[in-house]
Every structure is written in C-alpha cells, then in structure tokens.
C-alpha cells in the first residue's frame, strides 16, 4: 500500500518554463490537497479537490492550476514558474467529509527555480 | 493568514526527558490535530481532539486543550532520539480544510 505518492521528488525549473506536479493515492480517498511548505511559514494551502472534477482556491492559489480529472490523481501545474515559487510541494488526501478525519501526505516534490 | 502558532519554535532537550510544545489558535474550532514531520519527509498525523474533550492520551503523547484560552499543548514523555521532527497543530477550517502553525523543530540530543 503506496498511500500517498508524488512525482517527481527534485526538479529545478528555469523562470518561465512550465511543469506538472503529479499527486497519487491509492487509498479512495475523496478529498486532496496542494500544500507549499517555505521556511518559518508552515504550510500554506494551494488548491483542493473535493471529489473527482471539482477543484477549489486555497489561501496562495495565484500562479498554479490543478486538476482532478480521476479520482486517485491530483495534477498541480506551474504555467510560468517564478523564483517565489521555489518551495517543498506537499499532497495530501483525506477519506471522508466527515471533519477531523486526518490528512495522509505524500513526501514532498522539492522544486528550485532559477 | 495561519490560524495556529507554535511556541517554542525550537526546542533541544536530553534523551529521556519530556518535550512540551505550545498551541495557539484565533478562532472557534471544532477540534485540533497534531503532526509529526521527518526531515525530508511529509507529515504524519499523531493525534486529534475534539472541543468537548479536555486531555487524550496516545502512548507517550499526551496532549491537552483549552478553548477558553484557545490553546493546545502537546506532551511527549521520555523522549527518544527518533522524536527528532518538527511537530505542527492543525486546526479545521470548515469541514473541507486544515490550517497549520509553523511549526516546532525539536531535537532530542542523545
């Protein structure tokens, strides 16, 4: 049992160029999440999925779209990457709607761009 | 804007010894839960309470919460050398959302 898996783990990206970050579970689980983690700033939501095709901002939604066209995956894309958005990318998927239910992470995406 | 804050941010303690870490949060919440994050690693939820509960015990967590004061405070007795991590509490926003603190990174010295 995987859990949680992201792809790639490292990438440095020059300004402007674009990429895909991959998010699978292999759990059924309902709800996904984008996080970015920055030093001294904890985690910061992205975007989110409630369910298969549904997509919703977080608090630092400018600069990224998703996708949730299947429900075990969650795409999180960088259009033109920006220095800022040099950061550890984290998901993460949750089961239910039931609230409290805790959230399962993947190991991150370390993402550099110059 | 981050609804829970740490306190310390960092913390050094000897094996053996208890580790206490501080939760503060801004708003009314239904319950708080705690991580465990690895170096390099993601994170791992440890422990939830609810609003109507006062003190939950898991293994050698302990963690307590005050919604008069809303804060939180999370125990670990005895430390280990692999309690090295930095810890975070989460509070729900909603019944879709999480919102983290930023953390305290404790090192258990051997």
């Known amino acids: 049992n995987a859990g949680v898996t992201q792809t790639p783990k490292f990438r440095v990206l020059k300004t402007g160029q674009s990429m895909t970050l991959l998010c699978a579970q292999d759990?059924?689980?309902?709800?996904m999440y984008w996080y970015r983690q920055d030093p001294g700033m904890g985690l910061r939501l992205i975007h989110y999925s409630v369910g298969e095709g549904t997509t919703a901002k977080g608090e630092v939604p400018d600069g990224y779209n998703v996708s949730r066209l299947k429900k075990q995956n969650f795409l999180l894309g960088l259009e033109s990457a920006a220095p800022s958005q040099t950061s550890v990318y984290f998901c993460a998927s949750r089961q239910s709607t039931v609230e409290g239910q805790p959230q399962h992470f993947g190991d991150g995406t370390r993402l550099s761009i110059l | 804007s981050q609804q829970g804050e740490e306190d310390p941010q960092a913390l050094s303690i000897q094996e053996g010894e208890n580790a206490t870490m501080n939760c503060s949060y801004k708003t009314s919440i239904n319950n708080l839960q705690w991580y465990r994050q690895n170096s390099g690693r993601g994170l791992v939820h440890l422990i939830l309470?609810?609003?109507?509960?006062r003190e939950k015990h898991s293994g050698r967590l302990r963690v307590t919460l005050d919604t008069s004061k809303k804060s939180s405070s999370l125990l670990i007795t005895a430390s280990r050398a692999a309690d090295t991590a930095s810890y975070f509490c989460a509070t729900s926003q909603g019944a879709q959302k999480l919102v983290f603190g930023q953390g305290t990174r404790l090192t258990i010295n051997p």
């Open positions: 309470i609810r609003s109507n509960e």
């Open positions: 759990m059924n689980h309902e709800y």
